[in-house]
């Protein structure tokens, strides 16, 4: 097993990674906003006495608590539903719901307009039925839609993995008592997702004042004994798991270890009760797909028709991706050049560290983690400005596409190093190194004849976010590209302010089709890991 001290070696690079480009560049940040240039105090004492500044905070926190709360309850509906419930279709559901988790800020805001704009869906909707145009993309309201659309899929996704880990003899020994189907919910369900839903209610927080994408810590709660009910449950659960431990009794024994059923309990409806609930599960899951596909729908058919304010009666055509690739192709081939980089520098750094953090699982591993995060959390925008102000002057290095690669590989780090983790938790390492060591092998030849093929799945999961992330950030990369460096989710933002709306419909189409397949990859992926996990 390698020691801790030559573990800590292994998170040199990530640690210089992280001083030199994010925690220097962060306290030069911090220094020029205390500084006083004129009679009206610091940058800090500027923005807090400012009725502008402290009144879009105001905004800013409400519609985050608002949409937080919103995208719980409408993905923790449709995660529970979708975890719990086998059905044909599922897969594709599944993927339908969680594809929009690569759209970078731009697209999600052009999707809003395609629905609720000037020539959006309910324009044309408002004209018909009430003689005006319903237009709400460019308010709040707008705002709320977008964020709310952002949000949905990360949500489904965390209640998704939360629900592995319930205990479904509690809910089965709940219903042998006589609880109804929604105190089932209230007092077995949502205290098992509780630290899911705490930590989602956090990041999703973070992200709608920044931009934070999602992490997932999954936990499990602590046992509750709110009621005499729930006190039964609990011993019943320790009833049933002693008797299989000496009779063998299944699943199948709770209800002749239960208690008598509740006066005026019925046994004999549950199926039918499951069933119309499954209905109306089913049919809101199918609602919030809608919700999440018909702006895409929109885009694609504005991308392929000769004329989107007339409709498909105008004739499909390529002619308008054959005009995009003229004009943007140049942006396509740098953002897969970074894409690539990114990738190969994240593994460089990422896999060494993430095997360190494992090996060492100490204090000191777990506030680095923390702080490998922080980048992630921070808004984008800060970060590119913490960059530019501290290495603008190097002008070699500021127009070269170099200074993308460093912000996209501070953002994308934990997303290869979580899942490396996690694969290496998993894995016994420590035996195999043990193994290996006997046999004469070194720490370096250990690490890659031992460590990295136990973890290729993993690294490979890592490889394809880091891949997708990389090809549709924006904030970040708006901010630190030149006009000679100018990425695809830069290309599409300039194409949604100044071409034809057919024109960012299809280059909308060319974007989706190089996240779709990654996508795809990914959750291939995710299935093998998971199919491996259970076995």
Known sequence: MASTPRAAWALAPAFALLLAFWLLPLAHLML??????????????????????????????ALAVVVTLTALVIGGISGVFLAR??????????????????????????????LAGRQGLFAALGLQLA????????SLVGLFVGYLYFSIPRVILTVMA???????SLEEAAHSLGAGHWR???DVIIPGLAPALASMWRDLLRHLHGRLRHRLYLGHAPERHTGGDLQRVHQLRQLCRRRRLVGGAGGGDLGRVAADPAPGEKRGDGSVKRSSLFVLQLLFTLLVCAFMLVPVLLSLLAGLTRN???????GLTFDWLVQVWQAYSPTVWLSLQLALACAVCVCVVGVPAAYALVRMNNRFSRAFEELMVLPVAMPGLASALAL?????????????????????????????????????????????????????????????????????????????????????EFNLTWMLHTPMTKTLPVGLADSYASARLEIASAYTLIFL??????????????????????R
């Open 32 to 61: 020029l906003g205390g500084q006083s240039r004129d009679s009206q105090g610091s940058g800090y004492w500027q923005v807090l006495s400012s009725a502008q500044y402290l009144g879009s905070l105001v905004q800013t926190c």
């Open 388 to 472: 530019l102000l501290t290495y603008g002057q190097f002008g070699a290095f500021r127009s070269s596409w170099l200074f993308i690669l460093v912000g996209h590989v501070l953002f994308t780090l934990p997303f290869l190093v979580r899942p490396v983790m996690a694969v290496m938790q998993r894995q016994q390492l420590p035996v195999l190194e043990e193994a290996a060591a006997s046999l004469g092998a070194g720490p370096i030849k250990r690490f890659f004849s031992v460590v990295v093929p136990n973890c290729r799945a993993g690294i490979l999961a890592g490889v394809l976010m880091v891949v997708t992330l990389s090809l549709g």
């Open 162 to 168: 939360a629900c592995e880990s319930l205990d479904r």
């Open 131 to 138: 003689g005006e145009r319903w237009i709400f993309a460019y």
């Open 85 to 114: 419930q086998q059905f044909f279709g599922r897969s594709a559901l599944v993927a339908l719901l969680t594809f929009p988790l690569a759209f970078p800020g731009v697209v999600v805001g052009f999707l809003v307009i395609l």
């Open 513 to 534: 089709l190089m996240i779709v397949p990654l996508l795809i990859a990914l959750q291939a992926i995710s299935a093998r890991l998971s199919r491996g996990e259970r």
């Open 184 to 186: 089932v919910v209230c």
């Open 308 to 314: 989107f304010f007339v409709g498909l009666s105008s």
